[in-house]
């Protein structure tokens, strides 16, 4: 039976209905309520949003500053800037496009403030524009820069005969085209049980694994754990190990030539996925000039292992 070790940080505390604590993007699975909001974590969440939600924001934004403009516009007089229509809609498009002109200081020249008010307001404005678009660059620049990992782990946990005994296996790949190096992996496994006084409680265990750290990974790299004495899983029958309550929580890191520093990255299955009597199929091969292929499509391949 494996040592157990001490709460790495999840709780052990567990309940009938809990889901898995790490979400397959590598994410905690943990829903935040009545935390207090601070202007300074604004910052920290359009830094990690993904990029449509970031850019909807940025358009949304935009278009919510010229609508407001485009109202005060109105509200002093449309005369300020270009002669009123006679109808609301088309003065307010005018309006609009003056205030997404004087926004992005493009100004094409056919409308300008004719007043001392409209020249106030537009000047604000304007302010307003290059303090958003500086602020902007900035967002860009450092979700560009932001050092993150880019792995991708298999589909699939397979467990399968292995050294006269049964063993966990899943994969991963690096999805950029450098090479990582020195990638290291620890793996934790948490079990749920119904304790004594009727508690769900987790009990955590390293796993030992094949290999923990190789010198880098051109191609892809299996996680083997072996299922032997000396595993918290040893004793189980396969269906057994896919009816227990339990999730690997796996934690990589690796040095990256492109940030020049480390970075890390999460991930976790949990063991009611788990494909008996499976294999991976080979994700590389050399082409008729000898040069190695990675295939991606391949990486989350699989095959019944045949008796």
Known sequence: MGKKIKDPGFGA??????????????SFNIKHINKPRKLLETYHFLINISWLKFFVLAALSFLVINICFAGV???IGIEEIVPSTGDDFRDFT?????????????GYGAMSPNGVLS????????????????????????????????????????????????????????????VMIKPKVKVTLALTKLNNVGDYVRSFYTLQLEREEITYLPTTWTIVHEVNEDS?????????????NG???????????SFNQEVHQMHSYELME???????LQAYYYDKEGNMVLDYDLFDKIEVIKS
Do not use: C, W
């Open 94 to 106: 005018k309006a609009f496009f003056f205030s997404s002109q004087t926004l992005t200081t493009l």
């Open 73 to 75: 516009y109105l509200i």
């Open 247 to 257: 999730e690997l929580l796996i934690m990589i890191s690796y040095f990256d030539e």
């Open 274 to 280: 788990i494909k008996v009597d499976h294999k991976f």
């Open 119 to 178: 020249g106030i307001i537009s000047s604000f404005e304007a302010f307003i524009g290059l303090s958003m678009f500086s602020f902007l660059t900035g967002l860009i620049y450092g979700r560009f820069s932001k050092p993150k990992a880019s792995i991708r782990f298999s589909e699939n946990m397979i467990l399968r005969d292995f050294n006269h005994t049964k063993a966990l296996m899943f994969r991963l790949v690096n999805n950029r085209a450098s």
């Open 232 to 244: 918290p899983l040893f004793g189980y029958t396969k269906e057994e190990l896919k009816e227990h």
């Open 13 to 26: 505390y567990s309940n009938k209905l809990a889901k898995r604590m790490v979400n397959s993007d590598g």
